[in-house]
Each structure stands twice: as structure tokens, then as C-alpha cells.
């Protein structure tokens, strides 16, 4: 019970920390600001985003369930449908994007 609200409490720090950043950027009018409270409130933002939203839109919207097989292992024929390890399908993901090409290429 500790440990959890704990984490909860991280949270709402880099949510407060975010929301600090954003009220900084949008009250001073007319003068100049660091482009480094822009960066502190989006990180922030995306941060809490990624944990909670993410985390409601898995369980309530897309309903996922770790128990469920993939199409890789109900449909195995060995040439379209193979399961393969997380690690090397998200080597083969990255090195799919064209956009990767420069990054990819001295990789």
C-alpha cells in the first residue's frame, strides 16, 4: 500500500512540476522565456500521459489481454506469420521506417 501510493505521489510530483512549467509559459506576456520550460512542461505532460493514459486506453478501449495469442502464433506457416523474439521484430520495425535510412544504414 505504501510503496504504491509512493509511486503515486512521483507521479503527481512531475504532474505538478508540469502544470508549474506550463503556468510560467502561458502568464509572462511580453517577455521573453527559455525555450527549457517548454521542454520541462512537455516531457512532463508526456510523461503522466504515457503512464495513465496509455494505461486507460489499454485496459478500457483495446481491452488487452496478455493470455491472448498473436497472429504470429495461431497463423504460424514459417514465411509470413513467425513468432519471433520482441527485441529483434523492434530491430526489424526501426530498420522499416524510410525516414531511419541514415540512421539505420551505419547502424
Known amino acids: 500500500m505504501t510503496t504504491r501510493l509512493v509511486k503515486h505521489l512521483a507521479w ?19 517577455e521573453p522565456i527559455n525555450a527549457l520550460w517548454i521542454v520541462v512542461a512537455a516531457v512532463a505532460i508526456y510523461l503522466v500521459a504515457y503512464r495513465y493514459y496509455s494505461l486507460f486506453i489499454a485496459n478500457n478501449v483495446m481491452q488487452l ?5 498473436t497472429p504470429a502464433v495461431l497463423n504460424n506457416d514459417g ?9 529483434i ?3 526489424h520495425h526501426f530498420a522499416a521506417i524510410a525516414g531511419a ?6 547502424v
Open 12 to 30: 503527481f510530483a512531475v504532474a505538478v512540476l508540469g502544470a508549474c512549467a506550463l503556468s510560467v509559459v502561458a502568464l509572462r506576456r511580453g
Open 65 to 69: 489481454d496478455a493470455r491472448r495469442a
Open 79 to 87: 514465411l509470413d506469420f513467425v513468432p519471433t523474439n520482441k527485441h
Open 89 to 91: 521484430l523492434f530491430g
Open 101 to 106: 535510412g541514415p540512421l539505420v544504414g551505419p
